[in-house]
């Protein structure tokens, strides 16, 4: 005769033990600490994660800029909303800011083109990206989605060349003063007044991702 409470017992310990060893093992969350820079405008503070893990050479070259302070004279100067792309087939939403068009000293060369097939960041809302003309001409010129660009990623019809953009970090703090940005008068896309960006630093404080 079969003594349930002993089968009992041995059905719980075979079933439940691949279970705990299950749990132990995905309660062990795999941290990666990235950088946070601060970037204070005039209108306010952007708080913005890189993501130097996914995007290395992007967010590396951007951490250089923020490091060597080479943002001292930068400025938010275009804005793209619906409303002012009339010649655009393919609209989406952004403000862009860096050194500007003319050359700077400031400059750093341009980097790899890292697109978002490999880096795995989309230009979801408040991404912030590299602005280019063709691949492998990013330097200092950065801009920031409003709402989800998917047409910026690899294969999206923005850019003739169906490579999109470099994506590389987003914003976590901020997005009111992004939108605020966005808003203010412009003619042509360029803004009337630029918003000066009054500085850029690396905060010492790290977010976890789990």
Known sequence: MINLNK???FT??????PILISCSKYNKPNITSLPLVKMTSELGDIIIEIDSVNAPITANNFLRYVEEKRFSTASFYRVVRMDNQ?????KIEVIQGGLGFD????????????TTDKTGILHKDGVISMARTEPGSAS??????????????????RNPDGQGFAAF???????DV????????DEKQML??????LQVIKLNLKKERY
Do not use: A, W, Y
Not at 86 to 90: G, K, T
Not at 169 to 175: D, L, Q, R, T, W
Not at 192 to 197: A, G, H, R, Y
């Open 7 to 9: 089968h009992f017992t």
């Open 12 to 17: 719980f310990f075979i079933v439940c033990i």
């Open 86 to 90: 009339p010649n655009n087939s393919i």
């Open 103 to 114: 050359e700077s000293p400031l400059s750093l060369p341009p980097i790899i083109h890292e």
């Open 140 to 157: 200092s010129e950065f801009f920031i989605c409003l709402g989800d660009q998917p047409e910026l990623d690899f294969g999206g019809k």
């Open 169 to 175: 970090g987003k914003v976590i703090e901020g997005m």
């Open 178 to 185: 992004v939108r605020k940005i966005q808003s203010q008068p």
């Open 192 to 197: 009337l007044e630029s918003i000066n960006i």
